[in-house]
């Protein structure tokens, strides 16, 4: 499972290098090394409330615009799901814990592919109404996450927006949390944005 991560972090790394490497001889070469004011934040909440489940999840993020075309960094998923059988009144938990590593790519401002690896950490559990015997599974998957994407606008390099996305979990792992009971695959859509750190007077 690790080598999926490794796999990954190459993968952003070799981005990176190349991004850096193509970077155009203008203001943004003359600074020179790492600037902070292209770091940002961002991710995403889901709140989900329908006929006996509840879902509460986040996935803050912490990034770096590595080049015009190019915005890449780190994550943590947390995501808590409870469902109660509307027949039997039992009741199933799911939590989900998933650090991780993304790229987002843009051919142009509005429109981006992805790339976003995760290792979930998911525990199960099963709550009989009876006060019968309680079971509890604990599970981990990799996930390599691919896909397209909306934004509102990617004006230039490190500016704010907000972005919708679509992607599916092409490593198909049987415990992924991005697969159905029969281990089909299930697009991932997201919608999230993305705040710029220190924009003072260097962006000024």
């Known amino acids: 499972m690790k080598s999926f991560f490794f796999i990954s972090m190459i993968i952003v790394c070799s981005l990176t290098v190349v991004a850096q490497k193509e970077t155009d001889t203008d203001e943004e070469v003359a600074d020179g090394g790492f600037r902070k004011d292209y770091l940002f934040t961002g991710g ?3 709140l989900s409330f329908f006929s006996g489940v509840t879902v ?3 996935s803050p993020q912490l990034g ?3 080049a015009k075309w190019l915005d890449a960094g780190v994550l943590f998923g947390y995501t808590y799901s409870s469902e109660r059988d509307v027949y ?3 009741k199933y938990r799911q939590t989900i814990i998933g650090p991780g590593a993304f790229a987002r790519l843009f051919p142009v401002n509005f429109l981006f592919l992805s790339l976003q690896f995760e290792h979930n950490f998911i525990k199960q559990k099963y709550l009989p109404a009876g006060g019968g015997n309680r079971l509890t599974n604990k599970v981990d998957a990799n996930s390599l996450l691919v896909g397209a994407g909306y934004t509102s606008g990617r004006a230039s390099r490190n500016s704010p927006y907000y972005y919708f996305s679509v992607s ?3 490593i198909n792992n049987k415990n992924s949390p991005y697969t159905d009971r029969f281990n089909n695959l299930l697009p991932v ?11 003072g007077r260097q962006n000024q």
């Open 44 to 46: 995403n909440i889901n």
């Open 56 to 58: 509460l999840g986040a």
């Open 64 to 66: 770096y615009s590595v």
């Open 88 to 90: 039997t009144n039992d």
């Open 168 to 170: 599916i979990d092409v």
């Open 189 to 199: 859509v997201v919608a999230g944005f993305n705040i710029p750190l220190f924009q």
